[in-house]
C-alpha cells in the first residue's frame, strides 16, 4: 500500500525563532483565529475554559462570530450550522462536554462538512476531575458518536506543536470535508511555555460547491443532510467516507521519533504522557538502555505502518498512557504478537512521572518479555499490588 | 411541471416550491403551512437568499419541497444550527420549521436560548399536539386527556404532565420581537397565519430580533379523524387550549405595514 507519513519536526530540541510566552489554552484560541477561524461557538468548563474567554474577546475585536451557547449540544449544532456555510468554524470543550456533542460530531460526519473540534481531557469517567487525562482516545480516535465514521485526530504534547496542529486541523478539515479532532491533555492546555505563531490568514471564502450559503441567483439549491432514508443510499455515503479515510489514512499520518535509530525498546506514547516518556528514554540512554519513543502525532489515523516497520528491529514496546490502555490495543493491532508489548498507565487525573516510566524501562530491559503475556492483565496486577 | 397559457390565472404554484410531491398524509396542514411560508418568501423577493432548517419529525423532508438552500438538523437543534448559519451570514434569511416535538420537547433548551439571544430568526412552529412521525405518541403539547399512542387512557396531568404553551413562553423573552400563535382550521384563519408569517420575516429582514409564529394544525392520522374531523378538533378542542393571539409584537414590528 502507498504510504505517506510525516517525521515531524522536534519543538523540544530544535532552535526556533525569538518566542513569546504562550499558555496552551489561549495559544489554541490564537492558532485558530490566524488559520482563518470565522465562527467560535462554546460553553465554558475546566480546563478549557480559557480558550472560550480569550475568543470571546478576540473574535468580536476582527468582526467575527463568537456565541457563548446554551450547552454543548447547543454549541455543535451552531458549528454544523455555520459549517454547512462553509466558512471556518471551531468548538472547543472537556472530556463530559465533549460527551454531550457527540451527537453533533456524529450529524457533521454525516453530512460530510468540516469542522474542527479541541478536547482538552480531564479525568473521568462521569464528572471525575479537571486534571489531565487521556482517557478520551477511545471516544475521539474509535468514534463515539453514532453509526460508522471516523475523524482525523491530532494529539500535541506542547504549546508550540499544539499551535502547529492547530493550523493544520483547519486545512485536514476543509480538504477532507472531515472532522477534525485535537485531543489534548489539561496539563497541555494549561501549561505556558515558549511558542512561536503563525502570520494571520487572511479569511478567505472558498467557493465550495457543497456550501448552503443561499442561492443568491447564481446557482441551484442545495442541500446538506445526513439522513438517507433508502439504505442502498446509506450504505453508499458509508463507502464514501471509507474511501475518504482510506485516502487520509495513505497521506496525512504524522508522528515524532527520538532514538529510534539503535533502539531495542521502543515507547509509544502520545501527548503529555509521551513528552515525560521522553524524559525517562533520555536518563535511560545515559544508563545505557538503548531505548527509543515514538509519538504519535496522528493518533488517528494511527501510525500503525510505522510500528510495523518497527517490529522486526526491536525487542519489545512499552506502551504508556494517561489512560488504561487504549491506544494499547492499537499497537497490539500493529504488532500482531510478534514482539513483546507492555503497558504502563496513569488514569484519573494522574500524570506518570519520569521516574516511574524509567523504572518501567529498565524493568523491560532487565527481565525476559513474553509474547503471549497480556500487558494490560499485567499493568494492572502490578497497580493493585502497589496500591 | 405543466404549463399552459392562460389569461387569467388565480391559483399557481409558489415560486418558493419544487415540483415535488409531499410526504405528508390527506388532510393534514403540513400542506399549508408550506405553501403560505413559499408564498410569503416569493412575495418578499428573498428566495435566493434564504437558507432553510428542517427538523427531525413529520417535516423532515421539508428540504425537497422550498425551493431555497436547506440543512437538515438534528432533533430539535433547529434553532443552534440556524443561529450557526445566522451568525456567519446576517444578511441571508434563516427560518426553521419545527414540529411540537421537536421544538418543545427535545429542543426546549435551544429554542428557548435562541430566542433570549434575540437571533434574528424565524421560527414556524407547527403544533399538532402530537409526535406525527413516530406514530402518534404523547408530545409536551397533548391536550389533558387526550388520547396518544403513548397515553393509551388519555393524558393524565397528574403523572405526565401539564402541555406547554410555546407562544405565551417565549413572548416573556425580552430577546424576541415577534410571536403569536394562529391556527389553519379554516380559511379566515389560514389568511391570518399568512400574514403572521410574512410579519414574522419582515422582523428578521428589518433585524427586529427572534420571530416565530406557532401554528395549530391537523394530524388526521394519528389522531383517528377524517380530516374534515380534525379541522373541527382543533378549532373545538386546540385553540380553547391555545388561545390565538399575538403574544409579544415590539413597537418596530407594529409599524410594519404588509
Not at chain 1, 454525516?110 to 469542522?115: R, V
Not at chain 1, 487525562?133 to 475523524?151: E, I, K, L, R, T
Not at chain 1, 490495543?329 to 487525573?349: A, H, N, Q, T, W
Request: hydrophobic content about 40%; proline content about 6%.
Amino acid at each position: 500500500m502507498h504510504f505517506v507519513a510525516f517525521v515531524c519536526k522536534d519543538f523540544f530540541t530544535e532552535k526556533q525563532m525569538p518566542r513569546e510566552l504562550w499558555k496552551g489554552n489561549e495559544a489554541i484560541a490564537e492558532a485558530a483565529v490566524r488559520a482563518g477561524l470565522e465562527a467560535y461557538f462554546g460553553y465554558p468548563i475546566t480546563p478549557q475554559t480559557e480558550i472560550l474567554e480569550y475568543l470571546s474577546r478576540r473574535m468580536p475585536e476582527l468582526g467575527r462570530a463568537f456565541v457563548q451557547a446554551e450547552s454543548e449540544l447547543g454549541a455543535i449544532n451552531m458549528v454544523y450550522g455555520a459549517a454547512c456555510t462553509g466558512v471556518r468554524v471551531m468548538s472547543t470543550s472537556s472530556s463530559p462536554g465533549v460527551s454531550l456533542m457527540m451527537e453533533g460530531i456524529s450529524y457533521i460526519a454525516g453530512t460530510e462538512i468540516p469542522a474542527v473540534l479541541v478536547n482538552v481531557m480531564r479525568g473521568g469517567p462521569g464528572l471525575g476531575n479537571i486534571a489531565p487525562s487521556q482517557g478520551d482516545y477511545n471516544q475521539a480516535v474509535h468514534g463515539g458518536g453514532h453509526g460508522d465514521y471516523q475523524p482525523i485526530v491530532l494529539a500535541p504534547a506542547s504549546v508550540q506543536e499544539a499551535i502547529d496542529l492547530m493550523v493544520l486541523s483547519f486545512d485536514l478539515a476543509e480538504k477532507y470535508r472531515t472532522i477534525c479532532m485535537v485531543i489534548l491533555d489539561g496539563c497541555v492546555g494549561q501549561i505556558m511555555e515558549p511558542a512561536q505563531m503563525p502570520e494571520m490568514r487572511p479569511i478567505q471564502r472558498a467557493n465550495w460547491d457543497w456550501a448552503t450559503d443561499g442561492k443568491m441567483g447564481k446557482r441551484q439549491r442545495r442541500i446538506l443532510t445526513s439522513i438517507y432514508l433508502d439504505p442502498v443510499q446509506e450504505e453508499k455515503l458509508n463507502l464514501r467516507l471509507l474511501l475518504r479515510w482510506k485516502t487520509i489514512q495513505q497521506n496525512e499520518v504524522r508522528y515524532k521519533e527520538y532514538f529510534l535509530d539503535d533502539a531495542e525498546f521502543v515507547i509509544v506514547g502520545f501527548g503529555t504522557a509521551g513528552r515525560v516518556a521522553l524524559s525517562a528514554v533520555r536518563t535511560a540512554r545515559q544508563q545505557g538502555i538503548k531505548v527509543g519513543l515514538l509519538r504519535p502525532i496522528t493518533v488517528s489515523p494511527f501510525p500503525h505502518q510505522v510500528i510495523e516497520q518497527l517490529v522486526g528491529h526491536i525487542r519489545g514496546f512499552l506502551v504508556t498512557e494517561m489512560n488504561a490502555g487504549q491506544m494499547l490495543e492499537d499497537v497490539r493491532l500493529s504488532v500482531k504478537g510478534r514482539v513483546p508489548i507492555e503497558f504502563y498507565g496513569r488514569m484519573g487525573g494522574m500524570v506518570p512521572l519520569p521516574d516511574e516510566i524509567l523504572s518501567e524501562i529498565q524493568r523491560m530491559a532487565a527481565g525476559p518479555l513474553s509474547i503471549e503475556a497480556n500487558p494490560r492483565e499485567e499493568w494492572f496486577e502490578r497497580m493493585m499490588a502497589r496500591n | 411541471m405543466v404549463t399552459a397559457a392562460v389569461n387569467n390565472l388565480v391559483f399557481k404554484r409558489p415560486v418558493g416550491f419544487t415540483d415535488t410531491p409531499t410526504t405528508y398524509c390527506p388532510g393534514c396542514t403540513h400542506g399549508v403551512a408550506h405553501r403560505l411560508v413559499a408564498e410569503v418568501l416569493e412575495e418578499m423577493g428573498i428566495i435566493e437568499k434564504t437558507i432553510g432548517v428542517a427538523p427531525v419529525g413529520c417535516a423532515v423532508f421539508a428540504y425537497n419541497y422550498f425551493d431555497t438552500d436547506f440543512v437538515e438538523a438534528a432533533h430539535g437543534r433547529a434553532p443552534a444550527m440556524a443561529t450557526g448559519i445566522k451568525r456567519v451570514l446576517p444578511d441571508r434569511i434563516v427560518f426553521t420549521y419545527q414540529g411540537d416535538g421537536d421544538l418543545a420537547s427535545i429542543g426546549m433548551g435551544e429554542i428557548v436560548h435562541a430566542a433570549a439571544r434575540g437571533e434574528n430568526l424565524t421560527v414556524i412552529f407547527i403544533n399538532n399536539a402530537n409526535f406525527g412521525m413516530t406514530g402518534g405518541q404523547m408530545a409536551p403539547t397533548t391536550l389533558p386527556g387526550m388520547k396518544t399512542t403513548s397515553s393509551p387512557n388519555g393524558r393524565d396531568v397528574e403523572t405526565q404532565g401539564y402541555p406547554i404553551r410555546m407562544a405565551e413562553m417565549l413572548a416573556t423573552l425580552d430577546g424576541v420581537g415577534y410571536v403569536v400563535r394562529r391556527s389553519l382550521h379554516d380559511p379566515k384563519n389560514i389568511r391570518l397565519a399568512k400574514k403572521a408569517i410574512r410579519l414574522a420575516f419582515e422582523t428578521q429582514v428589518r433585524g427586529l430580533g427572534f420571530s416565530m409564529v406557532e401554528l395549530l394544525s391537523t394530524c388526521p392520522t394519528n389522531w383517528g379523524m377524517t380530516p374534515v374531523e380534525s379541522l373541527k378538533f382543533v378549532e373545538e378542542h386546540m385553540v380553547p387550549a391555545f388561545p390565538l393571539g399575538d403574544y409579544k409584537v415590539t413597537a418596530g414590528v407594529a409599524q410594519i405595514k404588509v
